[in-house]
């Protein structure tokens, strides 16, 4: 019988080894961020990690002093879904040597974040690229396309260095697929062979990432009986997960 | 000299621009104010790079909440008739394979030749890319709102631009918050001035020389 589950966050990413390369999915505030395997591997504590996604995180605002006023917001500035944490995490931990991103976010001055800091420090190093470019620089390590040309960066910073080549009187840039190590995911629904349906958009780069690395790990809300899911509208075909792990039923679970 | 426009008047006079059955990307900041301004009358489809094709205007109360209905710059919206979802890779597909009618961006700075540089701010490095490159290049139409002048006062439609570049050429117009200009082969083309502003007035605040039509307007809001 297949069964991708396991019944550990921890179990699930214990093999992440020093160095590795890792799409982790998410965008802004949306819920879908793979919180629970970024906490499991940040107890893991693998090093030197190369994070790939939208953004590096925000990670854990300091706790306020003992004593500190309470003072809540208005409630749509609540920003975060609950029990939320982000790969920023694993910046605040010292375990990443290296971001590929579209959104490292402008730095505050006086006021570093980890990463900024990183970057400032020289612990860090950033290669920055187009949204769209990363998305289909991750598409192309999945469908085993080594490269492709695209528009998006020609006649800018971004072209660089880079191969580049006129189609059709336009100038289009060589942009290589990435190669990953793991892709952790979050997805709402799983069944054991891997099949995963999101929500709303929350799908963004999961449904991009699933499939990119060698092991996709898909952390889901919650599994389901095989056969209860859609067969029309299943977002990941189960052949681009390996592993499992739900929010729900896991050792970790809420 | 009269007063300038503030952010949520330049978001509906950008929204004048959407026409029936457009496919609409708006980018953070002033943009997507402008998916509260659909002219009456008017269906258009908003695109958004997180993997939505559809939403509805922004969420204004805690019970419109969701964490899985966000637009590009972060903001929670609400659902809408007809909305899909999609994952990243697919919604590039449709930015850069030519499929959204009107882009709409924020920016720093707009060249003559309709240069557009938004994503880093001298000193604020590293800055943030985003999908605003993959957008300046692959819209059919590109719409850029920003205040007039930096806040010392200093033009941001220059000859060149200064700032490093999000794509070459590919402004077709800018909304500012004195003045509406259009990019055009022969140079820069004055569309139309907010209320009490003079053609002299704006052409004080723009580096390159603009071309003034018969025809200018007053912006009607």
């Given at each position: ?58 990670g ?32 605040q ?15 505050q ?41 695209t ?64 092991v996709?790990?898909?952390?889901v ?34 | ?18 026409q ?73 597909s ?33 800055g ?12 059919a ?31 077709d ?49």
């Amino acid at each position: 019988m297949i069964n991708k589950l396991y019944d550990s966050f921890d179990k699930a990413v214990a093999d992440v080894f020093d160095g590795a390369v890792i799409l982790i999915g998410g965008f802004g505030p949306a819920d879908g961020c793979p919180s629970y395997l970024i906490r499991a591997l940040q107890r893991k504590g693998a090093k030197n990690l190369t994070l790939v996604g939208n953004g590096v995180g925000q990670g854990r605002r300091p706790a306020p002093p003992p004593g500190a006023p309470v003072r809540p917001g208005p409630p749509m500035n609540i920003r975060r879904p609950p029990n939320y944490d982000d790969s920023g995490l694993l910046v605040q931990n010292g375990q990443v040597s290296k971001a590929i991103c579209a959104f490292p976010g402008h730095s505050q001055l006086g006021n570093l974040s980890p990463f900024h800091q990183g970057l400032a420090d020289g612990k860090i190093t950033l290669e920055m690229v187009p949204q769209g470019t990363l998305a289909e620089r991750i598409r192309a390590a999945k469908a085993g396309i080594p490269a492709f040309y695209t528009r998006t960066g020609a006649g800018t910073i971004i072209a660089k260095g880079k191969e580049t080549r006129m189609f059709d009187g336009k100038e289009y840039v060589l942009e290589h697929a990435i190669k990953a190590d793991f892709a952790l995911v979050r997805a709402h629904f799983a069944d054991r062979w891997g099949n995963l349906v999101y929500q709303g958009t929350s799908r963004n780069f999961n449904g991009a990432m699933a499939g990119a690395a060698k092991v996709t790990i898909a952390e889901v809300d919650e599994m389901v009986e095989l056969g209860k899911l859609n067969p029309e509208g299943i977002a990941t075909a189960s052949i681009y997960v390996n592993r499992l792990c739900s929010r729900k039923d896991s050792r970790e679970g809420p | 000299m009269a007063e300038r426009l503030d952010e949520q008047t330049m978001a509906l006079r950008v929204a004048r621009e959407f026409q029936n059955g457009m496919v609409v990307n708006l980018g953070a900041g002033t943009p997507v104010l402008a998916s509260n301004y659909v002219p009456e009358g008017r269906e258009v489809i908003f695109q958004s790079e997180n993997g939505c094709l559809g939403y509805g205007r922004i969420a204004q109360t805690d019970e419109e909440r969701d964490f899985n209905l966000i637009n590009a710059g972060g903001q929670f919206v609400v659902g809408n008739l007809g909305m899909c979802f999609f994952d990243h890779a697919e919604s590039f597909s449709m930015i850069r394979g030519g499929h959204i009618d009107l882009c709409v961006l924020g920016g720093l700075q707009v060249s003559e030749k309709g240069d557009l540089a938004n994503w880093l701010i001298p000193g604020r490095e590293p800055g943030a890319i985003g999908g605003a490159m993959d957008l300046a290049f692959g819209a059919a139409k590109l719409l850029v709102v920003m205040t007039h002048t930096t806040k010392d006062n200093e033009p941001k439609i220059l000859k060149e631009c200064t700032y490093y570049l999000t794509a070459p050429r590919c402004v077709d117009m800018v909304v500012t918050d004195i003045a509406v200009i259009e990019v055009t082969d022969k140079g820069l083309v004055l569309k139309e001035t907010a209320p009490g502003w003079t053609a002299a007035e704006v052409q004080a605040l723009t580096e390159p020389k603009l071309i003034i039509p018969p025809d200018l307007k007053v912006m009607s809001l």
